[in-house]
């Protein structure tokens, strides 16, 4: 057994201890509170009205940030702006009215010679946190609903979410979150396994459990094996889902309605399962993108022996044998993750267990499905730094992409970035240990070209839960988690010693708003399924 310090020297991460306990449908009423501003201060001369399309009705009100976000304890400035029309003259207060408990603003008055103003935003250390409406009011002018986000240092949890920031549900002990995705604002659908078969649940931004949903859910997905990717169709609204499942596995996807019904204009009532003739050893969904016209790529493994495969189904759960290439690796391989580029351009990854050790493997295709010899001259890539084994990866903004996994050497956590909108060079691989049990399972893109990774490590008897932010560069971004031993590096752990209970973290998924979901499993006692919710 190592040390908390032992494991947190090794890994150069920290750690922030949590106690928490099973959390049901016990959670406080959020408080608003109407707050009263007195109109007056100095008018802001330095901005001239934009008069070119003055009009006789109301005008507009606008701000900036169209999400603003001020931090407990600390001050935010936000651009409120006007659009002025042929009956809105002089100096013009603003209020903005239905500020959450704690949070107040200076005065604002738009000058007479302007279109815009500064304000101040103040929240108390105590404030009530989460994101809540709030609306900017002025005379002659339209009121505009806007979101105002209340939130904790980076990697805090967000209290907002089921009153204590993360979702415990024990109901089975063997459930574990594998893949999740936003839905509306705030709202999450995660999809994983409840011990013997698909898990598919949805919540609302407060975390409460869609009662409707997760029961129509239930009826349709299957009762073996596993879900591994979720995905949202913007076109249509409905949710895809993907895994495998019977007693000899085989790739299946499910399409389910917004309200969590079988979709029955998709594979055989709602369900596509993968024929022998097409899949004659067995086969798993790992990764999964719904394209153009709601069609479906998915990456994943054929059985016996084991290798990556990248094919498409059409909006009807066909599979698409003529407008896309089919892929199948000729070498033992596995794809456990699918990436749309800038370009439109397929990257998948995952394990080039041809050479031994292992690789870290990209292969980048076409639209069609071809290979795109723009990338590596074939369109396929092998990293033998480090020798690294491929559990996910996440697409930076730049059009980078980051590989995560482990390192079949310790085991230790490994990742790599490459050029995979160019022709795929390794930018950089980092490797590091932290106990008898390093691995990273999940990636997400983070702010900027930042990327996280998350998965578990440390000892049998000191286990830890690890998020971590990286930046383009490779080294940590310390503007993540800054409060923890190593800033840039998040911990989920019991801070008792030996483990009463541990975190393993399997997926992630980031919010427009500026949250980051974490979810995975619960394992020695209270076990089940985990979701947090922490501030970016």
Not at 86 to 95: E, F, I, P, S
Not at 99 to 117: D, K, M, Q, R, Y
Not at 138 to 152: C, E, F, H, I, Y
């Amino acid at each position: 057994m190592r040390s908390r310090a032992a494991v947190c020297a090794s890994l150069l991460c920290g750690t922030i201890s949590l106690v928490v306990s099973c959390v049901g449908s016990d959670r406080a009423s959020p408080i608003d509170t109407d707050t009263g501003v007195e109109a007056g201060g100095p008018a802001d001369a330095g901005v001239q009205p934009d008069t070119s399309t003055e009009d006789a009705g109301p005008g507009s009100l606008s701000i900036e940030p169209e999400l603003p976000r001020v931090e407990r304890g600390k001050t935010a400035e936000v651009k409120i702006k006007l659009g002025r029309t042929a009956t809105l003259r002089g100096d013009v207060a603003v209020d903005l009215a239905g500020l959450p408990a704690g949070v107040t603003v200076s005065p604002i008055v738009i000058g007479a010679a302007s279109s815009e103003a500064t304000a101040t935003l103040s929240a108390a250390p105590a404030a009530a946190m989460g994101i809540k409406p709030i609306t900017l009011k002025a005379q002659g002018a339209s009121d505009r609903s806007v979101r105002l986000a209340v939130a904790g240092p980076s990697g805090d949890l967000d209290t907002s979410f089921d009153n204590d920031g993360l979702i415990l549900d024990s109901t089975n002990p063997g459930a574990s979150v594998r893949a999740m995705t936003e839905i509306g604002e705030g709202g999450l659908l995660v999809a994983g396994t409840n011990g013997t078969g698909w898990l598919v649940r949805r919540y609302d931004e407060a975390g409460v459990p869609e009662a409707t949903f997760n029961t129509n859910a239930a009826a349709v997905v299957p009762t073996t094996g596993m879900a591994r990717a979720i995905a949202l169709d913007p076109a249509t609204g409905r949710i895809v889902v993907g895994g495998g499942s019977g007693a000899s596995e085989a790739a299946t996807i499910v399409r389910l309605n917004a309200d969590g019904t079988a979709d029955q204009t998709f594979g055989n009532a709602g369900t596509m399962r993968a024929t022998i003739a097409d899949h004659p050893t067995g086969s798993r969904v790992n990764a999964m993108v719904v394209t153009t016209g709601s069609t479906i790529v998915i990456a994943g493994s054929f059985f016996g022996p084991t290798r990556g495969i990248v094919e498409r189904y059409t909006a009807t759960g066909q599979r698409d044998a003529v407008g896309f290439a089919f892929y199948q690796d000729q070498a033992p391989s596995e794809l456990t993750a699918l990436l749309v580029l800038p370009s439109g351009a397929l990257l998948a990854t995952g394990t080039n267990d041809a050479v031994a050790p292992p690789e870290h493997l990209a292969l980048r295709f076409l639209a069609t499905g071809a290979p795109d010899t723009a990338f590596n001259l074939t369109g396929r890539a092998s990293y033998p730094e480090e020798s690294c084994r491929g559990a996910s990866a996440a697409l930076a903004a730049n059009g980078d992409a980051v590989i995560v996994g482990q390192s079949v050497f310790g085991p230790n956590y490994c990742e790599t970035r490459i050029a995979a909108s160019a022709a795929g060079a390794r930018i950089y691989t980092r490797v590091h240990p932290a106990g008898a049990s390093d691995q990273f399972h999940a990636a997400a893109p983070g702010p900027g070209n930042t990327v996280y990774a998350a998965g578990q490590g440390g000892g049998s008897q000191d286990r830890v839960g690890v998020v971590l932010r990286r930046k383009a560069d490779g080294d940590l971004d310390p503007t993540f988690a800054p409060g923890s031993d190593t800033p840039g590096v998040l911990g989920l752990q019991d801070p008792s010693v030996p483990d009463v209970y541990a975190y393993d973290l399997f997926a992630l998924a980031p919010s427009r708003d500026g949250r980051l979901f974490i979810g995975g499993a619960r394992t020695k006692s209270m076990t089940g399924f985990v979701v947090f919710r922490v501030w970016q």
